[in-house]
T-cell receptor, first 109, second 110 residues
Framework: GQNIDQPTEMTATEGAIVQINCTYQTSGFNGLFWYQQHAGEAPTFLSY??LDGLEEKGRFSSFLSRSKGYSYLLLKELQMKDSASYLC??????????WGAGTKLIIKP | DSGVTQTPKHLITATGQRVTLRCSPR?????VYWYQQSLDQGLQFLIQYYNGEERAKGNILERFSAQQFPDLHSELNLSSLELGDSALYFC?????????FGPGTRLTVT
């Protein structure tokens, strides 16, 4: 079957760095997405990786290793507004998105 | 603003009733996806339409149905509603890569 694993919850301190991991087993691979979702709001797109390596976008970076079925989202200089759920999703061989359950990130002052 | 619109924003109804949720994709996007998200749960993919045709089906109950019209807007019909159907319902559209989500419809079944 297809499976995406992320930690359920993480806690970090304002100003610090946090890494949210995602491992996946899917039928084929056509890209991995990270989304941010604040409580009660719609998910918003953060990043897309299709090749191995690191993609940097401001305070957020995303890394992919296809051979290991592994990705991480790195958030630097954490701000209180970064408190949200972070969703990992993989596009499979049928170009369907398989979603992880999300990681709830709690930022403490 | 993602460019995806959904109506209504909130809906409160009773068990056994039927409701229709509406979604308009971003201009130029041919695909519409419907998702259900119960409180503190992950996104559950329900169904996808592409240019009026059903493209993929997820965990959609038989009581639920959807369609996409020639103008590309889509409707999700939920019938014989149960308390457990209370959730946020999102639609999303995409053209090439990432999906863009609408603001969602919060359905409360009492």
């Amino acid at each position: 079957g297809q499976n995406i694993d992320q930690p359920t919850e993480m806690t970090a301190t304002e100003g610090a760095i946090v890494q949210i991991n995602c491992t996946y087993q899917t039928s084929g691979f056509n890209g991995l997405f990270w989304y941010q979702q604040h409580a009660g709001e719609a998910p918003t797109f953060l990043s897309y990786n299709v090749l191995d390596g690191l993609e940097e976008k401001g305070r957020f970076s995303s890394f992919l290793s296809r051979s290991k079925g592994y990705s991480y989202l790195l958030l630097k200089e954490l701000q209180m507004k970064d408190s949200a759920s972070y969703l990992c999703a993989v596009r499979d061989s049928n170009y369907q998105l398989i979603w992880g359950a999300g990681t709830k990130l709690i930022i403490k002052p | 603003d993602s460019g995806v619109t959904q109506t209504p924003k909130h809906l409160i109804t009773a068990t056994g009733q039927r409701v229709t949720l509406r979604c308009s994709p971003r201009s130029g996007d041919l695909s519409v996806y419907w998702y259900q998200q119960s409180l503190d749960q992950g996104l559950q993919f329900l169904i996808q339409y592409y240019n009026g045709e059903e493209r993929a089906k997820g965990n959609i109950l038989e009581r639920f149905s959807a369609q996409q019209f020639p103008d590309l807007h889509s409707e999700l019909n939920l019938s014989s509603l149960e308390l457990g159907d209370s959730a946020l319902y999102f639609c999303a559209s995409h053209l090439e890569s990432e999906q863009y989500f609408g603001p969602g419809t919060r359905l409360t079944v009492t």
